[in-house]
């Protein structure tokens, strides 16, 4: 027994003394850094990193204003889903969309309606539950576009393009859809943007 503790002890001794007998390394090759990053410290950090980013001429943002009438929707863009709302409430904000656009191109924008169920009756405690779309069930989506570079402001928006539902009358009154439960449409519109993923 104290034969094969002896041996143990010499064979961890042995690759101890080997990791330690090493060459050791030049001092000034695992220390030297680039001049720029020695400059770097807790206060500048962020510019340099910032510095790094490579930027474009052109950065545009697109979004879509949604507006909805008398439905619940999906909202896909590229068949990416963007936006589901199941409440009888509406967008406030625009909704950024360059995640789902992964080209220069045509983008396809694909909307589906529908009706509202028991939500009437759970938010204001009368009604019956709507199982169709109505004549007046409607979606409204502008796209816009803002450049990234600019200010980003409302005064800087461009609307590139704004689609309704469908409708069968000539005073766009009445939803195409009216009387089906469910109801999908798809518009599309051009993006450039200065990425091809």
Request: aromatic content about 10%; charged content about 20%; overall charge negative.
């Amino acid at each position: 027994m104290r034969l094969l503790n002896k041996l143990v002890l010499l064979t961890v001794g042995f690759f101890t003394l080997l990791g330690c007998a090493q060459q050791p390394k030049d001092a000034k090759a695992t220390t030297a850094l680039p001049t720029a990053i020695e400059e770097i410290n807790s206060e500048n950090i962020v510019a340099a990193i910032t510095a790094k980013i490579k930027h474009f001429d052109e950065e545009p943002l697109y979004y879509l204003r949604i507006g909805k009438e008398n439905c619940i929707i999906e909202v896909l863009v590229n068949d990416m889903p963007v936006y589901k709302s199941y409440e009888l409430s509406n967008l406030a904000s625009p909704l950024r969309i360059n995640g789902s656009i992964l080209k220069s191109g045509t983008q396809t924008v694909t909307v589906r309606m529908y009706p509202v169920g028991d939500l009437i009756k759970e938010e204001y405690e009368y009604g019956e539950t709507i199982t169709q779309l109505g004549d007046a069930s409607n979606v409204s989506i502008r796209v816009i576009q803002l450049d990234k570079q600019g200010a980003m402001g409302l005064n800087d928006e461009v609307e590139l393009l704004e689609y309704q539902s469908p409708t069968t009358d000539a005073n766009g009154e009445v939803f195409a859809g009216a009387g089906l439960p469910f109801y999908e449409y798809t518009f599309e519109f051009y993006s450039k943007v200065p990425y091809d993923l």
